[in-house]
């Protein structure tokens, strides 16, 4: 994924900015609290694909 094509990404659910998170793989939309898995460098941007945390399991 390129920077650039990160820098467009947005959460589908609350149209807010995506954050990366290396170690798992994932995008995270803090404002939804999902967090959606990229597969063979694809981002998988489909809510209910995605997983669910709580604002208490949130990655720095």
Do not use: N
């Not at 149209?15 to 998170?21: G, H, I, S, V």
């Not at 793989?25 to 209910?48: K, N």
């Amino acid at each position: 994924m390129t920077p650039e094509l990160f820098a467009r990404l947005v959460c589908p659910l609350t149209r807010t900015k995506l954050r990366y998170d290396e170690a798992q793989q994932e995008l995270v939309s803090d404002a939804a609290q999902l967090a959606f898995p990229i597969c063979d460098g694809v981002p998988i941007l489909v809510v209910d694909e995605a997983r669910h945390f709580s604002a208490a399991q949130r990655a720095p």
